[in-house]
């Protein structure tokens, strides 16, 4: 804490100061992924620009028609979904935002000493934000959202 | 952490009403489905014993700039919300519930239930949310803790707006509400991102240690400031206030007028609650006096408050529709709650700073006063409604619709006519005692041009709020008016009895049970006020505060953490002890 | 990693700068706090003026959601800056309401396309006063 208050202190000059160093904060660091789009756009445009060059042309109606796995394409590809599958969509939100407080806590816990209460309370805590989300998967089910029919 | 969660129970109480409705208004069965408003009631029944210090002696004070007002907040949210509740039965899910009938006529027969059309669970789940956010906002001292409550507490009101009614001018008025809420959440989000950059703390004991700690040095740095206008900025969506009210009448109208009452009550505390913690975590020590905010803070609540209250009432006079009106005078009514804000505290801020002095505490005094006289307003406009020839039914909209209440339905006319009046501030009435101190204590900080336009104010305001007093009591209804189907009572009895509840209400405050209550808004603008948050000239500051102030925020919520765990608290450890160069030596 | 990331400066023909050398600061080179804000600010910028001009419900969501990110960029950056954690905290909560933000507004903006078969905000003006 005191350390950010003179970090404050020193706050409107400091805005042209680098950040504190780590590998990524500087320019030069960035030099791989520098190369890895080069090499990214490289590869995508010579192969376009390669097969444009060797590759055979044989144009007809079989080949102007959309590509649909091998079979016949059916109806328009401005179709309607049914609107269920947002609802499924949904409860795949709830699951991946919950990942993303799983991770660090995952992350973190093995860090504590698992004899101690702090260990318990923090095992408490996530069972109690994981019980929340199985409120969320019962009211889902409730409310009909995984019957097909 | 186990300290602060002792301090939740009212919101843990919300929390687990709120699975169970979920659950519950699922139910196919209507008798099991029509347990939700009492299972919320008995919630927020005991949600207001807990916050009230129930269950023995729970302290819910917490700590932070203004440690009473969780309780004082959560208690309100909680008493307010219970008549918010009696609105609510028959909004949503009509056809599933055989109508209990109106006088003279069979209950109609309902529909088959289905699940996923029903919305029932949903709404009554969203209600206790958005309460639970609120009474969150009351206990905030972290701005991230507070960022969420207010998103709890705005993100259900989108929802409720929008199911409300099955029209497209429902769903209109949840598109422009939604949208609108997003733009503010993003600046005032923004607004904390820069104040917690300016100070490097989100909490906001150790944001005001930083505060003063850079006042001393010779000002507050810009990046702090910034952050904290632009939060103001952005929480303007929720009060309805400026910058940000173009939403308000278009969604009042859109919206049934239960959800309307709510959110002219809740998101507009929830956006006070953060305002005022904001403010006091700035303190009022600044400017020329010493009792004012900092510079660009001051100026911009002053500018809001000004057109806020000017625009609000000089609008709300073109209009015809009940609701709409109701929507510019919930923005004017911001404006006036602005004011005392601006007032902070009056002079030390300690004891001797009494409701007439205490800006404060007389923005808590009119926060419940102006929600019960509302809530009495919007649960007339609930309780009548038109029913066609064809048996669909509409709400009332236009004032007209009003005429000649008091003589064909009392109970409804008088709590109008009472609400109204309530609302304007007439002398013997309830917002008369609740404006009262804004005025006091605005002249007791010195500003005077704020007083007069708010003078001013008011005195527009009588115009439109007069004839909603006036055409249930002196006008009288014209059968010709009748074309578009007669107005009938709303067969939910319940919203009746909220509209007697509130016109009791605004009396009983105004004859003596302010008293009380306005004894508890002092004791929460005087709480908390360590002398460095108010009244302090520059020549008085002690730098001594700092060390101790951030010392106690050490003990607080960062030690969650683990001690023995590096990877997490590494940092903070290496930035807490060594030469300021340390912060660059730990990545080498 | 160092000899890599020199080896790759070299490569690029920026000036070689390593972590522990004796030369830090080196204002050219460096990527400083300012620059964050400046491109959170720009983003923050184009994502109101964006909600402010286009008309469209899910280009002006989308622009919400610019500035979300845009303050979430602004929290890692004053997190990395003052070297606690907190900010970064905060941004894995900003990401949860942007979610919940998100299924709200794409839960409306189906309502709205199945009631009028447009996205376009201003075919939805029936509320005037």
């Given amino acids: 804490?005191?350390?950010?208050?003179?970090?404050?202190?020193?706050?409107?000059?400091?805005?042209?100061?680098?950040?504190?160093?780590?590998?990524?904060?500087?320019?030069?660091?960035?030099?791989?992924?520098?190369?890895?789009?080069?090499?990214?756009?490289?590869?995508?445009?010579?192969n376009v620009v390669l097969s444009r060059i060797f590759g055979p042309r044989r144009e007809g109606n079989i080949k102007a028609t959309t590509y649909e796995s091998g079979m016949d394409p059916v109806g328009t590809a401005r179709k309607r979904f049914n609107v269920r599958f947002y609802l499924i969509a949904m409860i795949f939100l709830v699951f991946d935002i919950e990942i993303i407080f799983l991770y660090p806590w995952a992350a973190t816990f093995p860090n504590i000493d698992h004899s101690t209460d702090q260990a318990m309370i923090w095992l408490a805590r996530i069972f109690f934000f994981m019980l929340t989300t199985v409120i969320a998967y019962i009211y889902g089910y409730r409310k009909g959202v995984f019957k097909f029919d | 952490m186990i300290e602060k969660l002792q301090t939740l129970w009212p919101e843990i109480t919300l929390f687990i009403a709120a699975c169970a409705v979920m659950i519950v208004g699922l139910s196919g069965t209507r008798s099991i489905r029509a347990l939700c408003t009492p299972i919320c009631g008995l919630a927020l029944l005991i949600a207001t014993f807990l916050s009230l210090g129930g269950l023995g002696g729970v302290d819910i004070t917490v700590t932070g700039p203004l440690p009473v007002l969780a309780s004082y907040g959560k208690a309100m949210v909680g008493v307010i919300g219970v008549i918010l509740l009696l609105l609510i039965p028959g909004v949503v899910d009509r056809e599933f519930d055989a109508a209990p009938g109106g006088p003279g006529e069979a209950p109609q027969p309902p529909r088959a239930f289905e699940a996923i059309r029903s919305n029932t669970a949903e709404f009554h789940a969203f209600f206790l949310f958005s309460l639970m956010g609120l009474m969150l906002c009351a206990g905030a001292d972290d701005l991230i803790w507070l960022f969420l409550a207010l998103e709890l507490t705005s993100l259900p009101t989108y929802v409720m707006v929008t199911i409300s009614t099955a029209r497209n001018r429902s769903l209109e008025a949840g598109v422009k509400y939604f949208f609108l809420g997003a733009?503010?959440?993003?600046?005032?989000?923004?607004?904390?991102?820069?104040?917690?950059?300016?100070?490097?703390?989100?909490?906001?004991?150790?944001?005001?240690?930083?505060?003063?700690?850079?006042?001393?040095?010779?000002?507050?740095?810009?990046?702090?400031?910034?952050?904290?206008?632009?939060?103001?900025?952005?929480?303007?969506?929720?009060?309805?206030?400026?910058?940000?009210?173009?939403?308000?009448?278009?969604?009042?109208?859109?919206?049934?007028?239960?959800?309307?009452?709510?959110?002219?009550?809740?998101?507009?505390?929830?956006?006070?609650?953060?305002?005022?913690?904001?403010?006091?975590?700035?303190?009022?020590?600044?400017?020329?006096?010493?009792?004012?905010?900092?510079?660009?803070?001051?100026?911009?609540?002053?500018?809001?408050?000004?057109?806020?209250?000017?625009?609000?009432?000089?609008?709300?006079?073109?209009?015809?529709?009940?609701?709409?009106?109701?929507?510019?005078?919930?923005?004017?009514?911001?404006?006036y709650m602005l004011v005392g804000i601006i007032a902070g505290p009056g002079g030390g801020g300690g004891a001797d700073s009494t409701l007439s002095r205490n800006g404060l505490s007389a923005v808590w005094f009119y926060l419940v006063c102006y929600g019960v006289m509302n809530v009495g307003a919007f649960a007339v406009v609930a309780s009548l409604e038109r029913r066609r020839a064809d048996g669909t039914h509409d709400e009332i909209d236009s004032v007209a619709d009003l005429r000649g209440l008091c003589a064909s339905r009392p109970l409804l006319g008088w709590t109008m006519v009472i609400s109204a009046a309530g609302l304007l501030g007439l002398p013997p009435l309830l917002g008369f005692f609740g404006k009262l101190p804004l005025f006091t204590s605005g002249v007791g900080a010195g500003h005077y041009l704020l007083v007069i336009i708010l003078g001013?104010?008011?005195?527009?305001?009588?115009?439109?709020?007069?004839?909603?007093?006036?055409?249930?009591?002196?006008e009288s209804r014209d059968p010709a008016e009748s074309v578009g189907g007669e107005i009938v009572e709303s067969p939910y009895r319940l919203r009746t009895a909220a509209g007697l509840i509130s016109a009791v209400g605004v009396v009983a405050l105004a004859l003596g049970l302010g008293g009380p209550l306005g004894s508890a808004a002092t004791s929460v603008g005087q709480s908390g006020f360590a002398p460095s948050y108010v009244g302090r000239r520059a020549a008085d500051r002690s730098p001594a505060v700092i060390p101790a102030a951030a010392h106690t925020v050490d003990d607080e919520p960062r030690d969650v953490e683990p001690a023995a765990d590096g990877s997490v608290d590494g940092a903070t450890i290496e930035s807490d002890g060594g030469p300021p160069d340390a912060r660059f030596d730990h990545a080498r | 990693m160092t000899g890599f990331a020199s080896a790759m400066?070299?490569?690029?023909?920026?000036?070689?700068?390593?972590?522990?050398?004796?030369?830090?600061?080196?204002?050219?080179?460096?990527?400083?706090?300012?620059?964050?804000?400046?491109?959170?600010?720009?983003?923050?910028?184009?994502?109101?003026?964006?909600?402010?001009?286009?008309?469209?419900?899910?280009?002006?969501?989308?622009?919400?959601?610019?500035?979300?990110?845009?303050?979430?960029?602004?929290?890692?950056?004053?997190s990395r800056f003052h070297l606690n954690h907190t900010g970064e905290t905060f941004v894995?909560?900003?990401?949860?309401?942007?979610?919940?933000?998100?299924?709200?507004?794409?839960?409306?903006?189906?309502?709205?396309?199945?009631?009028?078969?447009?996205?376009?905000?201003?075919?939805?003006?029936?509320?005037r006063g």
């Fill in chain 1, 1 to 46: 804490m005191h350390g950010c208050l003179t970090s404050c202190g020193v706050l409107p000059g400091a805005l042209n100061l680098p950040m504190p160093p780590l590998a990524a904060t500087e320019v030069g660091s960035y030099a791989p992924v520098l190369l890895l789009i080069i090499m990214a756009i490289t590869f995508a445009v010579a």
């Fill in chain 2, 183 to 335: 733009l503010g959440a993003a600046i005032f989000l923004y607004g904390f991102a820069l104040i917690y950059g300016g100070t490097g703390s989100t909490n906001l004991e150790a944001v005001h240690a930083s505060i003063v700690a850079q006042a001393d040095a010779g000002g507050i740095n810009s990046i702090t400031m910034a952050g904290f206008v632009m939060a103001i900025i952005g929480l303007c969506f929720k009060i309805a206030a400026v910058p940000m009210h173009f939403y308000t009448p278009d969604v009042y109208q859109g919206a049934a007028a239960p959800v309307a009452a709510f959110l002219a009550f809740v998101p507009k505390s929830a956006g006070f609650f953060a305002i005022m913690l904001l403010t006091a975590t700035l303190g009022w020590s600044f400017g020329a006096s010493g009792t004012e905010l900092p510079g660009p803070v001051h100026s911009a609540l002053y500018i809001i408050a000004v057109l806020t209250m000017t625009v609000g009432n000089v609008l709300a006079i073109l209009q015809n529709s009940i609701k709409r009106i109701l929507a510019y005078s919930s923005i004017a009514h911001s404006g």
């Fill in chain 3, 92 to 127: 894995i909560f900003v990401l949860t309401i942007a979610a919940a933000e998100a299924a709200m507004a794409l839960a409306l903006v189906v309502l709205l396309f199945r009631r009028r078969e447009t996205l376009d905000a201003s075919a939805w003006s029936e509320l």
């Fill in chain 2, 456 to 474: 001013i104010n008011s005195a527009i305001a009588a115009y439109y709020y007069l004839r909603l007093a006036a055409a249930p009591l002196l």
């Fill in chain 3, 9 to 78: 400066s070299a490569l690029t023909g920026a000036a070689t700068l390593t972590l522990g050398q004796s030369d830090f600061p080196h204002p050219m080179h460096q990527v400083t706090l300012a620059h964050y804000l400046v491109l959170s600010a720009l983003l923050f910028g184009i994502g109101l003026i964006g909600f402010i001009t286009r008309r469209n419900l899910i280009i002006m969501f989308l622009c919400t959601e610019l500035m979300f990110q845009a303050a979430g960029l602004a929290l890692i950056a004053f």
